[in-house]
């Protein structure tokens, strides 16, 4: 065991206009080992497999346990979050790029204020700001907690914005994490007195009909959300409020 | 608490632009599309399949048919407003989904994703062969609204050809195949099987009703091409009243109740 190695290959890319390179680093094999630690280590020994000093990798990452959304990039070609990604359980050379679909940093880092703007948009949040006690917020069933959990369990990675077909620079879709987050706040007691803005906001350009239906978003979600019932749910709301606004107005 | 207004969204200095807000009318030209593709378009798809089982009852029973369609009141308006113009915005207005799509099935080649690739396919080669069936056999050649006996031998003769028999099989398949999800997509879409199980038993009712259509559409290319009806007349004398007498069991297939 004393040898065993592992290889990754990282693509490279100095600032958004510089020309993206591959470079290759060996590590040795660790026990349990995933792709987050081995960034780690290449960022603080950034020397090539072929023992060529080079400048330290720059990634994002925080928690190192899935929760934080912030480590999501391509590994062998698919996104996926590399806190979550076990060596052992991957080909080698394990091949990391950044995410494609979010304009870049440096090497694997990208910015990723699309939806931090798309969450801004349809108000994803409950309103309780006042200058007073607003007293206990009203109840809420357990059935309806177990709709909300799941929902709720959102880390804001992109990995589903990231594979769906639909989210790019033509459609400007809003992604299927914006969507599911709509369900969330209108399924919450206090959330939803901003429900029919919410669902208005989502029927503009870019909005739940963009979506495809090509269901990649729940296959590489890495918390499991249900996101195309998600997509189902909202996109019915929204016909209905649009339904409602032509009828009244 | 918060105001009702929504800010325009920031421009970000680059990649994917963040939701419009509330602004376009993307939302009901899509809608529009889908609806389109299940009423008028689907219900006259089953229509033209169901008519064209009258094949299977020979020229006589296919003339008749012809002649019961183009009898109905306003027929021509009802072509243009239920048939040729919802078919011209579905597939017109498909394309443009399609060319704004970024397909990625060969990094995540997931049932589903490989689903919404076949959409666009098939979809493509239903509006490609629906352009050239309409000018050919509607507007090109016999005139059949006039001359509804010529129908059977019209299609006979197109079918004669190989390369048209092929085009006119693959573009069966091709329709039935997207109808059929295209149901299933609706119902996904508008809330309607909003459940990962309920979307699941849909999926099999879609690939059954998809498979019992298409065989359907390819039992009624078998009546033209087949043994039974060969070289039938050019022409074919059609009562949509009743049956003249001394008729043959042909002559008494294409007794139709139609006033």
């Not at chain 1, 978003?217 to 409020?241: F, M, N, W, Y």
């Not at chain 2, 509804?148 to 004669?160: D, I, R, T, W």
Request: with cysteine; charged share 15%; proline share 6%.
């Amino acid at each position: 065991m004393a040898n065993k190695t592992v290889a990754f290959e990282i693509k490279r890319q100095a600032n958004p206009d510089a020309p993206a390179i591959w470079e290759r680093f060996e590590l040795e094999w660790r026990p349990g080992m995933n792709v987050i630690s081995s960034m780690m280590e290449i960022a603080a020994n950034p020397v090539t497999a072929d023992g060529r000093a080079t400048t330290p990798i720059t990634y994002d990452s925080n928690c190192l346990e899935e929760i934080c959304g912030s480590c999501a990039m391509r590994i062998n070609g698919k996104a996926r979050m590399a806190c979550s990604s076990l060596v052992d359980n991957l080909e080698q050379p394990i091949k990391i790029e950044p995410l494609s679909k979010f304009p870049l940093v440096r090497d694997l880092s990208v910015d990723r204020s699309v939806l931090f703007e798309n969450l801004k948009a349809v108000k994803a949040w409950v309103p309780v700001d006042g200058t007073y006690d607003l007293g206990p917020g009203p109840r809420v069933f357990p059935q309806q907690q177990e709709v909300n959990y799941p929902l709720s369990n959102c880390i804001s990675c992109c990995c589903c914005m990231e594979v769906c077909p639909q989210f790019n620079d033509a459609t400007g879709f809003v992604g299927a994490a914006t969507i599911a987050q709509v369900k969330l706040f209108n399924n919450h007691p206090t959330g939803k007195v901003f429900k029919e803005e919410r669902l208005r906001a989502l029927a503009g350009d870019g909005g739940v009909q963009e979506c495809g239906y090509a269901q990649n978003c729940v296959e590489v979600c890495p918390k499991g959300i249900p996101l195309t019932d998600a997509i189902s749910d909202v996109g019915r709301d929204v016909l209905i409020q649009k339904a409602k606004d032509f009828l009244r107005n | 608490m918060a105001t009702a207004q929504n800010p325009a969204a920031p421009k970000l200095r680059g990649g994917v632009q963040p939701l419009r807000a509330g602004q376009g009318m993307s939302f009901v030209l899509r809608r529009l599309h889908s609806l389109l593709g299940i009423v008028p378009i689907g219900a006259f798809l089953l229509e033209h399949l169901l008519s064209n089982f009258e094949a299977l009852k020979g020229p006589m029973a296919y003339g008749a048919q012809v002649k019961f369609l183009n009898s109905l009141p306003l027929v021509r308006v009802l072509e243009w407003t239920f048939i040729f113009i919802p078919i011209l915005y579905h597939g017109i207005y498909g394309v443009y989904i399609w060319l704004r799509g970024r397909s990625n099935v060969v990094y995540y080649p997931y049932a589903g994703n490989w689903l919404y690739v076949a959409q666009r396919w098939t979809g493509i080669i239903a509006f490609a062969y629906i352009v050239q069936h309409v000018l050919r056999q509607r507007f090109l050649g016999a005139d059949l609204p006039n001359n509804p006996g010529m129908a059977f031998a019209k299609v006979q003769h197109e079918l004669s050809n190989p390369i048209m028999l092929a085009v006119y099989v693959i573009a069966m398949i091709a329709v039935c195949w997207h109808f059929a999800y295209g149901i299933w997509l609706f119902a996904a879409k508008w809330g309607i099987t909003s459940g990962e199980t309920a979307r699941k038993r849909f999926g099999w009712v879609c690939l059954a009703f998809g498979v019992v259509l298409t065989v359907f559409g390819l039992a009624s290319i078998w009546a033209f091409v087949g043994p039974q009806y060969q070289n039938a007349p050019e022409n074919v004398p059609i009562s949509n009243l009743m049956a003249p007498s001394g008729s043959s069991p042909l002559y008494l297939n294409s007794f139709r109740q139609v006033s």
